[in-house]
């Protein structure tokens, strides 16, 4: 069997944790569901592992519409295999507007609203930005941000 792959992942980082664990980090954002899902992480897996020998964490990120289908597991005779997915319209937007990163608070947009109006989420995680983001040019780069999510959403 002759088979040539070339992946790019859409986040890639070397991680120290706070206990001094270093690990290779994948995340990956999906705005539709992918039946073969399973067998792309499970090829990312084994090549990054192969290629940097260190422990591999992976996370994929739903941002889609619609309800949650992708497995996040593979099983076989000889094989096991698991990634994390997260569905970030399940996560409550206020938890990312306790950040006080301007990256993070960003992805509110993409999370929960549950009872609150569009409108109002949407003004609290712009005055969340002001407060955080320093300088002019910081913040129009954290709108255009804002604005490319929300699209999504």
Known sequence: MQHTKERKPDVLKKVTDSQGNIFVLQIEFQVANESEMVYRMAEYYVMLARKYKLPVQQYVIFLGKGKLKMANELQGINLSFRYNLLEIKAIDYKTFLESNKPEEIVLAILANFDKETPEKALKQIIHRLEETTEGDLA?????????????LR
């Open 139 to 151: 913040l129009k780069r954290y709108f255009r941000q804002l604005r490319i999510l929300a699209q």
